[in-house]
């Protein structure tokens, strides 16, 4: 199994998290003066806030998301994916953040393809170079559309069933899905992952911990735990097993 030591995932993790809600805070001000509306249930209406948004504007919003993925997705991988090339779905990918944190963790040769609604983030992550912690480049694709549509190949066509290895999402689950609209990313996430494949998703106020749990728990999914980017983090992900056919 792959194994990332908490040594390791403090020396890659970023610092100055205080400047980074300064930051986030002073954006989003920004953003909301300027009528830019993004968190919400309402997939037509955070597409268009995010595609409102600059490069930078994107990332000054996402810095704390961005700051705690280097800490959560290495616990949430760790012990608990095999360490060979994996096939990885990463949803709701945004400009790339969280692409990158997954290129630098999971095993080499492994190949992402990363999933967002905002076709203008997409070009800011088409401009991100992806390597492994060893240096090596890594293999990333893109796809736009939403993560409650049945999720398709960068050449447009659907993902074959039971071919994915891993799916990560870092912020679209517990932020912008509610039970109702989840069912459909869920009949997906059962459709695409292969037996034993692990599914990484993140908790928030629109779709919280025990509810997530819950409804995995009915689709036939094994919990593996909740792994967060500090003791304090309310949201964080939790790791979920398919179970095998």
């Known amino acids: 199994m792959l194994i990332i030591s908490e040594e390791e995932i403090r020396q890659s993790g970023r610092g100055g998290l205080l400047a980074v809600l300064w930051r986030q805070w002073c954006t989003e001000r920004a953003l909301a003066r300027r009528g830019i509306h993004f968190r919400a249930t309402e997939i037509d209406q955070v597409a268009a806030g995010y595609a409102a948004m600059s490069q930078e504007e994107f990332d000054a919003v996402n810095g ?22 994996l096939r990885v779905l990463d949803l709701g990918c945004g400009s790339g953040n969280s692409t990158r944190v997954l290129a630098h963790y999971c095993p080499r040769d492994s190949r992402i393809t990363g999933y967002e609604c905002a076709e203008p983030l997409l070009t800011f992550a088409r401009r991100r ?18 993560v409650t549509q049945k999720l398709c190949g960068p050449a447009g066509n659907p993902i074959s069933g039971g071919c994915v290895n891993l799916i990560n999402a870092s912020g679209v689950v517990g932020h912008h899905l509610n039970p109702e609209t989840f069912s459909a990313l869920l009949a997906e996430i059962a459709r695409v992952l292969a037996p034993s494949g692990v599914a990484m998703l993140d908790v928030g106020p629109t779709l919280p911990g025990p509810v997530l749990q819950s409804l995995m728990a009915a689709a036939h999914f094994t919990f593996l735990g909740h792994y967060r980017s500090w ?7 939790m790791v979920f097993r398919r179970h095998g056919r």
Do not use: K, M, S
Request: net charge negative.
């Open 231 to 237: 003791f304090g983090d309310p949201t964080g992900e």
């Open 129 to 146: 170079e992806y390597r492994h912690r060893t240096g090596a480049r890594a293999q990333v694709d893109f796809v736009c559309q939403g």
């Open 64 to 85: 704390r998301q961005d700051w705690a993925n280097w800490r959560t997705i290495p616990r949430a991988l760790n012990d608990h994916v095999p360490d060979e090339p």
